[in-house]
């Protein structure tokens, strides 16, 4: 089973910075099926970025995706403050595993 | 407008069924290239994948927990259910249904992302 580690666990920044989130898979995998939520507090998941790279539907372009094989990057340009929040990769292929999340606070 | 919306009981007891329903619209249960995950998250916790029903046919189930689960549809109804057998406390948390979008590729489709999610439901397990 692919597991997706996260890292950090917790990251302390200030609005305007830029945040850097890390998803390593314990082998590789197809971008195709990597995707990044959001989770603030009280609600429910929102789909971020799919097959790795792309955007979903709203979602503003300081929010972007990289990576291939077992390493992948969420990166937000510059934090707002709607930003500070859980974010989780997942791969949907044969595991369909979610990584434990990161949380980026407000420094 | 795509919508998805849990239901089922808050509380149960261990060793009790619980059975949670998702009912959808906006898309259709028989569209080949979408399908509906269950995934839930103990409080404080991280999510963790349960079950889906993808591309009409192909159901797929958490390893750790295939025994005790079982999902199905009923298209003409919209809905999606998850039944859960033996319930234990630490099976307590919000259990949430997400629709799949599937990737294509020539003639198939694979299940790639949850694009749209429920707001969830809460279940406690205790005696």
């Known amino acids: 089973e692919i597991v997706l580690t996260q890292s950090p666990g917790t990251l302390s920044l200030s609005p305007g910075e830029r945040a850097t989130l890390s998803c390593r898979a314990s082998q590789s995998v197809s971008s195709s099926f990597l995707a990044w939520y959001q989770q603030k507090p009280g609600q429910a998941p929102s789909l971020l970025i799919y097959?790795?790279?792309s955007r979903a539907t709203g979602i503003p372009d300081r929010f972007s995706g990289s990576g291939s094989g077992t390493d992948f990057t969420l990166t937000i340009s510059r934090l707002e403050p709607e930003d500070f929040a859980v974010y989780y990769c997942?791969?949907?292929?044969?595991?369909?595993?979610f990584g434990q999340g990161t949380k980026v606070e407000i420094k | 407008q795509v919508t998805l919306e849990e239901s089922g009981p808050v509380l149960v007891k261990p060793t009790e069924t619980l059975t949670l329903t998702c009912s959808v619209s906006?898309?259709?249960?028989?569209?080949?290239?979408?399908?509906v995950s269950w995934i839930r998250q103990p409080p404080g916790k991280a999510l963790e994948w349960l079950a889906h029903i993808f591309s009409n046919t192909e159901k797929s189930y958490s390893t750790s927990l295939k025994s005790r689960l079982t999902i199905s549809k009923d298209t003409s109804k919209s809905q999606v259910v998850l039944t859960m057998t033996n319930m234990d406390p630490g099976d307590t948390g919000t259990y949430y249904c997400a629709r799949i979008r599937g990737f294509c590729s020539g003639t198939s489709c694979y299940p790639s992302d949850l694009d749209f999610w429920g707001q969830g439901t809460l279940v406690t397990v205790s005696s």
């Open positions: 097959g790795a790279s």
């Open positions: 997942q791969h949907y292929g044969t595991s369909r595993t």
């Open positions: 906006g898309f259709s249960l028989s569209n080949a290239r979408m399908g």
